[in-house]
Structures are given as structure tokens and as C-alpha cells.
């Protein structure tokens, strides 16, 4: 990363809230760096996925077949909403059991990651000033990125598990010599030598569809998070600007004000969509598996 002189002062304070909490401590120079771990990312989406399993168990465990409370009234609500989604996509009751209660957890897994978007962009790195962890350069929290939504290895690690679900479904429903006879005889169907001549073709189509679905469900949270999450620092600069009580300082501190509570409450929305979208189109890729070309 450059020097702070080397560059302006809103141009560092950007790049320096993009860098990781990582196993180098610097700015990862590469899109995949497999020998780097980001060390806030894994914490924080463990942390919400942990968040979750108490959740749901906590309801699970205190779920009556009375009149049921506000919180397992809106867990229940949940279950139905993702239920219902999931019998308009999944023909197969016994793929439903597991895919179902996989959907639910990873909507509110994302729910909660997309969530920690309307935290300010500087508590953290204040409290860890504060506390005397990450104060200055050189320091092991100096970098501290609490969105793991923004870090491309999330959403591209889940759907990798996407894909992986897509695979076993599709060798489990339709047997591994009818999944592998597929790969190579769909979308083109021939006979004969024109069969063979368009094999190779069926296998590179089939390989691109389901990477293309991994490439494009990973990409799509991570590139509207990581938008979401440059529009808060571009906000946070607003305030930063502040010089003391003059015309200028005054308008720049409501704009601030202003300009991120408009964009963390249209960010709401944002955060529900990408969760409810994610969720989605996994239920969509499982049920695909279960249909032949």
C-alpha cells in the first residue's frame, strides 16, 4: 500500500478501511491470495453464524404448541415463508428436509454479515484505539474490515457450497452414470456419430452453466456489499471534513448526517434483498438438479 504522503488524505482513509486484519498485515495484492487468511472476516462470519445456531435452537427449544410468543411467532415465520418458497422449487419431499432449514439458516447468516453494514465505519477502529489493541500502523488489529459480506472469499465460499450441493443432487436424483451421461449428451441432444462429434461441446456448455452459477451468486453479494460498503465511506468523509463552526463545516456535518441516514435506511432494503436473493437462487440451483436437460 502506498504511503499516506503519497497519496490525498480521502484517498488513504479509503484505502486503509479496505485492508484486511490478515496473515501478511498489509493489503492483499492479488483477487486470490490462497496463502493469505483474513483473520476479521472469518471471525465476524463465524460469529453471526454462531448467532444463528443460538437463535434457532434457543426457538427450537422453547417452540410450544400453545399460543405461540412474539419471538417463536416470528421464527415460525419465517420456517412457512422459506417452506413455502422451497415447495414451489424442490419437487422432492426428502431433498426439501435438509435444503429447507439449510435456506432458512442461510438467510439470516447473510441477514446478520449484511447487517453489520450499519455499524460506523470508525467504531471499530476506534474502540480499538480505545482498548489499545490496533492503535497505530504496525500494530496486528491496525486493519480491521467488519463486513464479511465485502471480503470476496465469503460469498464466493458459499457458493462454492452451493455448487457442491448442486452436484450431489444432481449425481443423488439422477444416479452417477446418468449425471456423468448428461454432462455430455445435454443441452445438444444427437445419436450416433453426431452424438460423439458434440460430446466435448455438452461437457465445456455444462461445465460453464455451473460455473457461471457459482461465478454470479458469490459476485452479486459481494459486489453490492462492497458498493454499499464504499458509499458509507464516502459518506463518513462528509463528517471528516469537519474544520470547526464555519459555513462550510456546518453544511458538510448535516449533508453527512443526512446523506447516511437516507443511505442506511435504503441500505435496510439492500441487506433483505441480497439475503432473500441468495436464499433464493439456492433453492432454485437445488431444484434444478433435480431436472434433466
Same mark, same amino acid.
Given at each position: ?7 490525498s ?15 501478511? !498485515? ?5 483477487? +486470490?491470495?490462497?496463502? $493469505?487468511? *483474513?483473520?476479521?472476516? =472469518?471471525? /465476524? ?13 434457543r426457538?427450537?427449544?422453547? +417452540? ?25 422449487? &424442490?419437487? *422432492? ?30 467504531? =471499530? ?12 500502523? !504496525?500494530?496486528? $488489529?491496525?486493519?480491521h ?7 470476496? *472469499? &465469503?460469498?464466493?465460499?458459499?457458493? =462454492? ?40 461441446? *455438452? ?12 461465478? #454470479?451468486? !458469490? =459476485? ?5 456489499m462492497?458498493?454499499?460498503?464504499l ?10 471534513? /469537519? ?5 462550510? #463545516?456546518l ?8 446523506a447516511?441516514?437516507? /443511505? ?7 441487506? $433483505? ?21
Amino acid at each position: 500500500m502506498a504511503a499516506a504522503s503519497d497519496v490525498s488524505p480521502q484517498s488513504y482513509y479509503i484505502q486503509h478501511h479496505l485492508v484486511h486484519f490478515n496473515s501478511a !498485515g498489509e493489503k492483499q495484492g492479488s483477487i +486470490a491470495d490462497f496463502s $493469505l487468511l *483474513n483473520f476479521d472476516s =472469518m471471525f /465476524w462470519s463465524l460469529a453471526m453464524g454462531l448467532i444463528v445456531i443460538f437463535v434457532l435452537s434457543r426457538a427450537a427449544k422453547s +417452540a410450544t404448541a400453545g399460543v405461540p410468543g412474539r419471538f417463536q411467532a416470528f421464527i415460525e415465520t419465517l420456517i412457512d415463508m422459506v417452506e413455502e418458497q422451497a415447495k414451489g422449487i &424442490i419437487p *422432492n419431499e426428502t431433498t426439501r428436509r435438509f435444503v429447507s432449514p439449510l435456506a432458512l439458516t442461510v438467510f439470516m447468516w447473510i441477514f446478520l454479515m449484511n447487517f453489520l453494514d450499519l455499524i460506523p465505519v470508525d467504531l =471499530m477502529p476506534w474502540l480499538l484505539k480505545t482498548s489499545g489493541l490496533g492503535a497505530e500502523h !504496525g500494530d496486528p $488489529l491496525y486493519y480491521h474490515r467488519i463486513l464479511p459480506t465485502a471480503d470476496l *472469499n &465469503i460469498p464466493m465460499g458459499m457458493s =462454492m457450497g452451493v455448487l457442491l450441493l448442486m452436484l450431489y443432487y444432481g449425481i443423488k436424483i439422477k444416479s452417477p452414470g446418468g449425471f456423468v451421461k448428461e454432462l455430455f449428451t445435454a443441452p445438444f441432444h444427437a445419436h450416433g456419430v453426431a452424438a460423439l462429434f458434440l460430446a466435448p461441446f *455438452n461437457f465445456l456448455l455444462n461445465c460453464i452453466e455451473y460455473a457461471a452459477k457459482s461465478v #454470479s451468486l !458469490g =459476485m452479486r453479494l459481494f459486489g453490492n456489499m462492497f458498493a454499499g460498503e464504499l458509499v458509507f465511506m464516502l459518506i463518513a468523509l462528509l463528517g471528516g471534513a /469537519w474544520t470547526g463552526f464555519n459555513g462550510a #463545516s456546518l453544511g458538510l456535518g448535516i449533508g453527512h448526517v443526512l446523506a447516511g441516514s437516507v /443511505w442506511a435506511i435504503f441500505h435496510i432494503l439492500i441487506i $433483505l434483498l441480497q439475503a432473500f436473493i441468495f436464499m433464493m437462487l439456492t433453492l432454485v440451483y437445488v431444484g434444478q438438479a433435480h431436472e434433466g436437460h
